[in-house]
Nanobody, 119 residues
Framework: QVQLVESGGGLVQAGGSLRLSCVVSGSIFRINHMAWYRQAPGNQRELVARITSGGSIKYEDSVKGRFTISRENAKNTVYLQMNSLKPEDTAVYYC?????????????WGQGTQVTVSS
């Protein structure tokens, strides 16, 4: 059974930093893309950043220059370094991964971690 477990959320003042981590465990053949999404109250879940297995990266416009996504394949882990945080970054952050097990590829989600930025 595949599990994605996030950590690193919390409460921080505006201008501060947080680093989110997401570890994938289970009987995995290959992890394809990995990504971070976020959902604020009353809003739809939105893509924050995505990194492919080849290292190609995409960021949502509002986080460009402030957030950095990276992955450590040997540890099945993806990170999100968040700097210069703003109150509008407040949301539940979800880890997402496209994973191949045997001959089947599916998307998996973590349980979410709360990030709160105070003004």
């Amino acid at each position: 059974q595949v599990q994605l477990v996030e950590s690193g959320g919390g409460l921080v003042q505006a201008g501060g930093s947080l680093r989110l981590s997401c570890v994938v465990s289970g009987s995995i053949f290959r992890i394809n893309h990995m990504a971070w999404y976020r959902q604020a109250p009353g809003n739809q879940r939105e893509l924050v950043a995505r990194i492919t297995s080849g290292g190609s990266i995409k960021y949502e416009d509002s986080v460009k220059g402030r957030f950095t996504i990276s992955r450590e394949n040997a540890k099945n882990t993806v990170y999100l370094q968040m700097n210069s945080l703003k109150p509008e970054d407040t949301a539940v952050y979800y880890c997402n991964a496209d994973i191949t097990i045997d001959y089947s590829t599916n998307e998996y989600w973590g349980q979410g971690t709360q990030v709160t930025v105070s003004s």
